[in-house]
């Protein structure tokens, strides 16, 4: 994930407390939980689990979007933070909103005042400074890296005082409040050794077999123990209660542990849950809404569950690769718009909603994921399934007749044959793929459907040429924000994740890959959203005429906790997007 | 994996007084042993079973339709006499699937249609020993309305029909590679012990070679080697076989460190002492001592190598789309978790395929060791 | 026997370098690197890619990348974890002390169950219990063992459910581990670990019983045990002191192939148990291309197995005398 958006930590009262070295703390507004904040108890432990395997406890080196520090213990953090019901942006750790000047370009933040580490230090501009610095050294290889530069020109960071930061951006940015947004690490610590032994001496920090009494943070949470590979225990940062607050005016968080447990098998996972043992569990499908329903009716388990909050913030798509100058046919074939129009109307997009998501799904035609309906009109093109359709649209393009083996050939005896993968393991996958091999091969189309090893499969994807060495893959692709859907490696031509044509010189190769590469700069350096939605909607239509990759189905999003737990955000503000809670106002009842 | 157990000392061969040759000894002192029979009777019967499968499977391996949805379509009943009219006949109900939005559970409900089954009736088209035919044992030949006799997997196509053809699969892929590996093995160790010094050295050595690649990672990698058009079938028995290649180790060093004891045995000292050719005393005197070992050692293996498939299946290599083997099967059963045994139990009849043939391999392994033992006959 | 250890070692020193030769090109022969799936990543740039590949020496050539990883191997140092960022040997010795409990606990439970039951076997030849064991454990030889662990975990939920007795049913440790004192941790990592440990014993208890009843068989019926008896020595004397002794010879001599399994995890069953041993690591390492930790897996094993062999071909001169070194 390019950005990672703060989750329910902001309140509006915040952003009026102006000025002042005595910062009042910031108040958590009662209408962000479901629960009244005089409801919330202090204390206990909030139990979770993840499949992968903590990699580091430090910052700068560590690449997963929900690992302990990126996550866990960025908790709270970031200057400003996304408020779900608009989408907006306000302060956090910021005094107040930005002073902008140069056109858009220059931010000025003041720092509110009085916030300190877990360790008791205060947190000063010196620390975004450091931070900044570390992130940006190409030698340290942190995953944040990219998020400072914008088309490789790089946004600056300056000290202007203790208290004040200016950021300057080579460009107007839509997501500038995303990019100011990361989390402050402490100076004394990564500064101290960067000046020390540079970058190597910043990657030995904090390694797994860190003595947790030496990590400092300044989010909600901090570490308690990690025992390899079972679990990571963090505990409540005292210090962070000081300046955040909930309605009632009691310190946050309010639990005194969070205990992540490593399980490496999601039934595992599930099976925990249903015994009690964790008290969130993301269900993914229809048979862990059965399981855990009937846990819950049988009395063996009080949980809460709410089946399809919302389409799931992931995408199923299959694309065909334009550069096959090995194979001239397919590269006339695969860069035909009727084609790949027709190929859309052989998904038979309900059947693999019914069959492979268990009937808990939707249809999708676009690449923005469905849970951001603020980009998505109906308006747009697409090409639903209709066999009879898709039939006359290859007839078109010369696909008149049979042969003896029942697949259609053109009047040069060319047969409509492709080969398509997917990554192996992926049970959902293989039966989409399986499906629309299948409702191919009734209209004459021969699909050679192979899932294929995930690290071939992604080397193909991505690579670069005259021929690449594929015909079709079906993948998904996850992450990405609400600001601004549309991703900055896959729209514009000559990016590694422009599957479908991605030749040597990156160029291309149609009138509408020129218009979707304009149209996302456009957006991605459009600060108004009216507008920005303007801009997107103009590309989804282009995207969608054009059909260079087939989406197919999107999964849903639910929901399950323990009741033990309290102060979940109300249900309508619970998306695949921000998720169901946040954990600084989560309690144990 | 626990540790293997060491097999047991290869029994020095004896001559029989009488003019019963040692195979029809053995052969009478198996028949004798119950269950090692049934074991090799049931064997018997799941290849017969395999052979005919698309004859005896109603359906075809990969049917199932997008319109009337069927997945995970619970076990039709069989009735025998009409309710209503008082007929008797074989038919079955056709049922509709719905999702109950309150217990998400697939609920299949008759629909009132009632559908004969016919036998020896036309269907899919297959081939069985290169003779095509289109005649299946049972069925109702109504694509909408079939038999599900051990219900449908998570497309909707007929388990039963898969659990059948996957024997297919599943029996005979592993027995290539298990002899590859015994022959090996054998003669390595042979060798080695036969002519010790440098040979046995560098046999040694090169068991130490081998035994370090790691294996499940070159059968990963192996696999993603093979072009994507590769029949991948072809490619699973070819990854076998590459395993085969490497890994007759154990074998080989259990025959060496055997073979190395029987080499001091006195009929060996006296066939040297004769004057016999160091092949000829290899062949004619030492090797024999192993046979019992061997057959044990094979039927331990074949029964292994079906093991082997379905870890593979469970690390998503195994026989994939549209091939189909007991491992595969079992696999989805175990992506399903929890789900696959109250909501759908059905789906465990392939993993109890697997445990079934294992054991009859077991049975009939064992029974064939006592038999070729002359110290156990009864 | 030291002329003979000093050849061993001799020898052990080419095979070592072959075997690493073949386990680099076999890794490095894979398609892809550690840093193909960030190729996937919507947000990682083709310059960061670059820094990446540069900091992990991606970028190098094939055979300086395997002579910097010998030098650093016969430095103690198996190298760098890229997905971890740190020393392999810190990431993976975790693992292999997870794992040693677990087999420890399965060789345990595995000769526990099976010496009996062969013995049993041997005396009671062809009775009924001889007769229902034999039947029971090649039934369960045949479960593939993630199998048989799902079935076990939805056996204990079941059970948890039923009783409200607080059964482990996954992992290692329960929660609040870290706050128990020295015996209860003991005991906690006990309870967790007998059912896994059970697990991945029942699949072989059936072939080590038959043989072990086989090799007491045949001692049952030798003329020693014979005069022993008419001796007058008592039966369980019999059994124990003049049969069983001998027919567990052959299994001690094999002892020395145990030490690499020792390390080598219990397989599937970690996973499916979400037990923090080497498979489940191994398997994530496989699939992230962390070349490193996984050649570290796979030397591990080797040198232990080099250990074995000596050790097993020891122990056969010294049970069998009619096998000399020379």
Request: with cysteine; aromatic share 12%.
């Amino acid at each position: 994930m390019k950005t990672k958006p703060m989750k329910y930590m902001l309140t509006l009262a915040a952003a009026l407390t102006l000025g002042g070295s005595f910062a009042a703390p910031f108040v958590y507004p009662a209408k962000w939980s479901a629960d009244p904040a005089s409801a919330a108890k202090k204390g206990g432990d909030y139990r979770e689990s993840t499949i992968s395997d903590y990699k580091t406890i430090n910052p700068f080196t560590s690449a997963e979007a929900r690992s302990i520090p990126n996550y866990f213990m960025s908790l709270g953090t970031g200057l400003f933070t996304q408020d779900q019901t608009n989408d907006s942006f306000i302060p956090h750790m910021a005094e107040s909103m930005p002073e902008i000047s140069n056109s858009g370009k220059r931010f000025v933040v003041k720092i509110r005042q009085g916030m300190k580490f877990s360790d008791g230090q205060p947190i000063t501009a010196d620390d975004w400074i450091t931070t900044y610095k570390i992130h940006t050294d190409d030698k340290v290889g942190s995953n944040a890296y990219d998020s400072f530069f914008i088309n490789d020109k790089p946004i600056t960071v300056k000290k202007l005082g203790e208290y004040t930061l200016q950021f300057d951006f080579p460009q107007q940015s839509a997501t500038a409040f995303v990019t100011m947004n990361y989390t402050p690490w402490p100076d004394h610590v990564f500064g101290k050794a960067y000046t020390a032994g540079g970058a190597e001496a910043v990657k030995k920090l904090w390694g797994l077999n860190v003595d947790p009494a030496t990590v400092v943070t300044a989010g909600a949470f901090t570490l308690q123990s990690y025992s390899a590979g079972q679990r990571a225990v963090l505990k409540r940062n005292p210090n962070f209660g000081e300046w955040n607050k909930d309605s009632a005016g009691v310190a946050l968080p309010y639990l005194d542990t969070v205990t992540l447990k490593i399980v490496k098998d999601l039934n595992a996972s599930l099976a925990s849950y249903l015994a009690g043992e964790l008290d969130v569990y993301g269900p993914r499908n229809a048979d862990d809404l059965a399981q855990i329903t009937k846990a819950n009716t049988a009395g063996t388990l009080k949980s809460t569950l709410i089946p399809n909050v919302s389409p799931a913030a992931s995408s199923q798509w299959i694309t065909f690769n334009w550069n096959k100058a090995d194979s001239p046919f397919k590269q006339k074939l695969f860069r035909d718009v009727r084609f790949r129009r027709a190929m859309s109307m052989v998904a038979n997009r309900e059947a693999m909603v019914q069959l492979a998501l268990g009937g808990l799904g939707v249809p999708t035609y676009y690449s923005v994921y469905p849970v951001f309906k603020k980009y998505i009109s109906d308006s747009a093109p697409k090409y639903p399934y209709n066999l009879d359709g898709a039939s006359k649209l290859l007839a078109q393009m010369g696909f008149t007749k049979k042969g003896s083996d029942g697949i259609l050939v053109n009047a040069q005896g060319q047969k409509l044959e492709f080969t398509m993968a997917t990554n192996s393991g992926n049970t959902t996958r293989e039966q989409l793929g399986r499906i629309f091999a299948d409702e191919a091969k009734k209209i004459g189309v021969k699909v050679n459907f192979t899932p294929i090893d995930f690290n071939v499969l992604v080397g193909q994807l991505t690579a670069k040429g005259e021929s690449r060495p594929f015909d079709a893959i079906l993948l998904g692709l996850s992450g990405g924000d609400n600001i601004w859907p549309y991703g900055a490696n896959v729209v514009p031509c000559g990016t590694n994740l422009h599957s479908y044509n991605n030749p040597t010189n990156g160029k291309c190769a149609t009138a509408q890959e020129q218009l979707m590469t304009k149209l996302f700069y456009q957006g991605d350096s459009t600060v108004d959203q009216a507008e920005r939605q303007k801009i997107g909607l103009q590309l989804l239509n282009t995207e969608a005429s054009l059909q260079p990759v087939i989406f197919l189905v999107g999964g849903s999003y639910h929901v399950a906790y323990n009741n033990r737990l309290g102060g979940q955000a109300p249900r309508d503000q619970m998306d695949s997007y921000y998720g169901s809670r946040g954990i600084e106002t989560t309690y144990i009842k | 994996m626990t540790a293997l157990p060491t097999p047991i000392q290869p029994a020095p061969p004896r001559t029989t007084a009488r003019a019963q040759s040692q195979l029809q000894v053995a052969w009478g002192q198996f028949c004798r042993n119950r269950l090692a029979s049934t074991g090799g009777v049931f064997i018997i019967l799941l290849y017969v079973l395999a052979i005919f499968a698309p004859f005896v499977a109603p359906d075809g391996l990969s049917n199932y339709s997008t319109t009337s949805i069927t997945r995970y379509h619970a076990p039709t009943p069989l009735h025998f006499r009409d309710p209503k009219t008082g007929a008797w006949g074989l038919y079955v109900e056709k049922f509709a699937q719905t999702m109950n939005p309150t217990t998400f559970l697939q609920e299949f409900r008759p629909t009132g249609e009632k559908c004969p089954v016919r036998w020896f009736l036309p269907g899919d088209t297959y081939r069985i020993l290169g003779i095509a035919g289109n005649l299946h044992l049972f069925g109702t030949g109504n694509p909408n309305c079939k038999i599900f006799l051990w219900g449908a997997e998570g497309l909707g196509r007929d388990l039963f029909t898969r659990t059948i053809y996957a024997s297919q699969i599943s029996l005979t892929i592993g027995v290539l590679s298990v002899l590859i590996s015994t022959l090996i093995g054998m003669v390595m160790g042979s060798l080695a012990a036969y002519f010790r010094g440098w040979v046995d050295n560098v046999i040694n050595r090169f068991i130490e070679v081998i035994s370090a690649i790691p294996y499940l990672f070159l059968l990963i990698l192996l696999r993603s080697l093979f072009p994507q058009g590769a029949n991948p079938i072809l490619v699973l028995f070819l990854l076998l076989c590459i395993l085969a290649f490497i890994s007759w180790g154990d074998l080989a060093r259990t025959i060496r460190s055997q073979l190395l004891s029987v080499r001091e045995q006195d009929y060996v000292t006296a066939a040297n002492a004769l004057g016999s050719s160091q092949g000829r005393i290899m062949f004619r005197h030492m090797l024999p001592s192993m046979t019992s070992y061997l057959i044990v050692t094979l039927s331990l293996a074949i029964p292994g190598t079906i093991l082997l498939e379905s870890g593979l299946s469970f690390l998503g290599i195994g026989a994939v789309e549209p091939y189909v083997s007991w491992g595969t099967l079992l696999n989805q059963t175990q992506d399903g978790g929890i789900a696959s045994i109250t909501d759908r139990p059905w789906m465990l009849i392939p993993g109890f395929f697997i445990v079934f043939t294992v054991m009859c391999y077991q049975l009939l392994g064992d029974g064939l060791r006592d038999a070729f033992d002359p110290r156990k006959r009864q | 026997m030291v002329t003979f250890l000093f050849r061993r070692l001799l020898n052990l020193l080419p095979t070592f370098l072959l075997a690493t030769v073949l386990v680099f090109s076999i890794i490095q022969l894979a398609p892809g690197d550690f840093l193909t799936p960030a190729k996937l990543n919507p947000g990682i740039s083709e310059q960061q890619l670059r820094n990446l590949a540069e900091q992990f020496g991606l970028n190098k050539p094939v055979w300086q990348q395997y002579f910097q990883w010998l030098w650093n191997l016969l430095h103690g140092n198996l190298g760098l974890s890229f997905s971890y960022t740190q020393p392999v040997l810190d990431v993976a010795w975790p693992r292999v002390v997870n794992s040693f409990k677990l087999v420890l606990v399965n060789l345990v439970l595995f000769y526990a169950i099976s010496i009996p039951l062969g013995v049993y076997g041997a005396v009671r030849q062809y009775s009924f219990g001889d007769r229902i064991s034999g039947v029971v454990f090649y039934f369960l030889l045949g479960f593939p063992s993630f199998f048989l662990a799902l079935l076990t975990i939805f056996g204990i939920l079941k059970f948890r459910q039923a009783t409200g007795l607080n059964v482990p049913m996954i992992g290692m440790t329960s929660d609040g581990y870290d706050s128990l004192g020295l015996l209860g941790k003991f005991w906690d990592t006990l309870k967790h670990l007998l059912i896994p440990g059970l697990v991945a014993a029942v699949g072989g208890v059936a072939g080590f019983t038959r043989v072990l009843r086989g090799q007491m068989l045949e001692h049952l019926r030798s003329d020693f045990v014979r005069t022993a008896r008419s001796k007058g020595v008592p039966e369980f004397w019999v059994i124990y002191r003049h049969t069983f002794r001998n027919a567990i010879i052959p299994f001690v001599a094999g002892i020395g192939g145990l030490l690499p399994g020792l390390i080598g995890g219990a397989g599937f069953v970690e996973v499916v148990f979400s037990y923090p041993g080497i498979t489940p690591m191994l398997l994530d390492a496989i699939g992230a291309q962390d070349f490193y930790l996984v050649a570290a897996f796979s030397i591990l094993p080797m040198v232990l197995l080099f250990l074995g062999n000596a050790i097993s071909d020891i122990l056969l001169a010294v049970a069998d005398p009619r096998i000399r070194f020379n």
